[in-house]
Nanobody
Framework: QVQLVESGGGLVQPGGSLRLSCAAS????????MGWYRQAPGKQRELVAT???????NYADAVKGRFTISRDNDENTVYLQMKSLKHGDTAVYYC???????????????WGQGTQVTVSS
């Protein structure tokens, strides 16, 4: 029973900040890449940021310089620090992780339940 649980979403004014957290739990052997995706109403889901197991990060052009992805391997947790938020950042944010469960022969992509981020004045 591997699960990803997200937290930290909410309502924030333009220019404000939020930090999202996503914790993996269960019988886990290892975790490879982790990442954040987002989806606004009527639009396709898009990549926000990814991070490898050793800390190498990639970002979508729309969030470079404003968002920072990080992870704590001891706690099986990935974070997304969001600064200088804009109206265009409003979306449901989903956590993703490639996880090798103890009972599995391969890594499987797991998804969090999603957390709403609303940027409004």
């Amino acid at each position: 029973q591997v699960q990803l649980v997200e937290s930290g979403g909410g309502l924030v004014q333009p220019g404000g900040s939020l930090r999202l957290s996503c914790a993996a739990s269960g019988s886990i052997f290892s975790i490879n890449d982790m990442g954040w995706y987002r989806q606004a109403p009527g639009k396709q889901r898009e990549l926000v940021a990814t991070i490898t197991s050793d800390g190498s990060a990639n970002y979508a052009d729309a969030v470079k310089g404003r968002f920072t992805i990080s992870r704590d391997n001891d706690e099986n947790t990935v974070y997304l620090q969001m600064k200088s938020l804009k109206h265009g950042d409003t979306a449901v944010y989903y956590c993703n992780a490639a996880i090798w469960a103890m009972s599995s022969f391969q890594h499987i992509d797991y998804w969090g339940q999603g957390t709403q981020v609303t940027v409004s004045s």
